[in-house]
């Protein structure tokens, strides 16, 4: 009986140790390191028009990195974020519009992240021209390949969130479509992932999207909503991403006017995996 007690004393007292166990996020990489990236996204269009349903799979590979330039006494951090080439393979039910393209994007950023892994400034390096497929304009949304969490200034504890909310705009010539994401990250624990010992984070947040524009001489809306759910792993030392998987699916329309008056119901729905190479 009374190793019994002290069995499960000993067993709420280590319990409690980890429950109870805090830690600090910051983003503090070090100068002069370099991180390579591998991207992957496997994504599904679903979209109906005329009484006709088609659905497009796609699937994109490409490859990033950060050369950490300089880390200030404050703790901002200057990062150089080169994109090479992005690979893209579409296939539908007419197989004869399934193609698969390379697009050497040329893509230099200059980003300033503040020790909480916060944007402070955004600009352009480099981009190349070219020529997109089906002659669409570049866009270049600066979270594409950002750092992809902003941490929380006190420190967590198992179970803890935090909220985060930003919202994009992207432009061209041709039309803007603004995107809105607000939700929260949960810290879920300390894991080891690809031997790296990380804070593992859950991450839910929901999405808007709207825009106008033309396209092909004829005007379009946009408007949809959508979900992201996943993970992230995160070094506990650095706080620079290891590892990151996200589910998302959102439901859009658009609306076409002019020569064709119509409305397009569409579905997308895409598997985002980062990784950082070795």
């Not at 979209?47 to 590979?61: F, I, L, P, R």
């Not at 992809?148 to 930003?166: A, C, H, M, Q």
């Not at 002019?258 to 190479?277: A, I, R, Y």
Request: charged share 25%; hydrophobic share 35%.
């Amino acid at each position: 009986m009374k190793k019994s007690f002290i069995l499960i004393v000993f067993s709420l007292i280590f319990c409690s140790q980890i429950f109870s166990q805090q830690i600090t996020l910051r983003f503090q990489p070090e100068k002069g390191k370099v991180l390579n990236y591998l991207l992957l996204v496997d994504g599904t269009l679903t979209q109906s028009a005329m009484g006709m349903e088609q659905v497009v799979n796609s699937k994109t590979e490409g490859k990033y990195s950060y050369f950490i330039q300089n880390v200030s006494p404050k703790g901002d951090v200057d990062i150089i974020i080169t994109v090479d080439t992005i690979k893209t393979s579409v296939k539908s039910q007419m197989s004869l519009l399934d193609t698969t393209f390379v697009i050497p994007l040329g893509l230099k950023f200059k980003q300033t992240l503040d020790k909480y892994g916060k944007i402070v400034s955004f600009e352009t390096i480099e981009m190349k021209e070219l020529q997109l497929p089906g002659g669409a304009e570049r866009r270049i949304d600066k979270r594409n390949y950002s750092h992809p969490v902003v941490f929380p200034e006190k420190n967590v504890s198992l179970g803890d969130e935090w909220t985060f909310s930003y919202t994009d705009t992207n432009a061209t010539e041709d039309g803007k479509v603004i995107s809105k994401t607000t939700g929260k990250y949960k810290f879920n624990g300390v894991e080891e992932k690809n031997g790296v010992r990380c804070a593992k984070l859950g991450i839910d947040a929901n999405i808007s999207v709207s825009g106008q524009g033309v396209i092909q001489g004829m005007n379009y809306g946009l408007e949809g909503d959508g979900k992201s759910m996943g993970t992230l792993w995160i070094d506990l030392n650095r706080g620079t991403l290891v590892h990151m998987e996200t589910d998302t699916e959102m439901e859009m329309a658009m609306g076409i006017s002019g020569q064709v008056e119509m409305v397009m119901p569409m579905t997308q729905k895409f598997k985002t995996v980062v990784t950082l190479s070795k």
